[in-house]
């Protein structure tokens, strides 16, 4: 073999090794960006399951802070302050109604007949002369949204031709609008306007014990309003039968027994427990009784905001 030949064949063995090389590294340089996008996916998907599960841990988070420091406080403490946050977001809920305004007058009821005029008998005769508004209930209710939206009984607001008037805390009177009347429940839903309301947190019915220490919050007797009575849960899932002021009854199952004085006038306002949270709303008392009232589970009220999507 000749010389030349001999150095060509060097060339070529040269050139074939560095393409084969080159070859290589443009895999290996493929093989890299396939999984630094493999990992680019991988980290998305982090970030995005981490973005989506901030809030809600931040909130548990914060939850359980608040427990926490509730749990530190005295019973008596735990009380006050539970208290101090609840009342400002229950409202009186009074109804009205158009009734007739009467004037009397006086008539001999023999009219004009000479011989009964010597007698001087005179009878009342009525007579409609229009309507005024006069206030013919007082009940409670408690804001569960910012918004205004506001949980009570449905005999507090019965009467779909009757006009509500919310009085809050601080005094401000709203007109309210009963957007919801259970079929089944003793449970109304209404509304007044504006936003950034106190509410009233909702507990857990389903975890109540017996002897737990609760209280009430009601606007006592119609005139009485933030009226506050502390008791225990005296009992759970019971059955009643509750007459109404129209004369009617409705049988309430699973309803919660206390101790805590539910007056009339208390009727759609919250059982609270001492972490602030309403487990319950009042909704009737055993007359001739000491300290026998009833409230119904915070979870029907849950679900029925629940349903309306509110």
Known sequence: MRKTDIFWLVVLVVVVALVSGLVYENQKVMRLSQSVTELQSAVSEIASSVNLTASSTAANIAELARREQIAQKSQSQQLQDAVAAVTPAVVSIVESQEVPKLQVTYENPFGNDPFFQGFGMQVPVYQQVGTTTQQVSAGTGFLVRESGYIITNKHVVPDTNATYTVLLSTGAQKVGTVVWRSPTEDLAVVKISGSGYPTVPLGDSSSLKLAQSVFAVGNALGQYNNSVSVGVVS????????????????????????????????????????????????????????????????????????????
């Open 235 to 310: 009992g759970l899932n019971r059955s009643i039968t509750a007459s109404n002021d129209q004369g009617g009854s409705e049988t309430l199952k699973g309803v919660i027994q206390t101790d805590a004085a539910i007056n009339p006038g208390n009727s759609g306002g919250p059982l609270v427990d001492l972490n602030g949270d309403a487990i319950g709303i009042d909704v009737a008392m055993v007359q001739g009784s000491q300290n026998i009232g009833f409230a119904l589970p915070i979870q029907e009220a849950k679900n029925a905001l629940a349903n309306l999507g509110i």
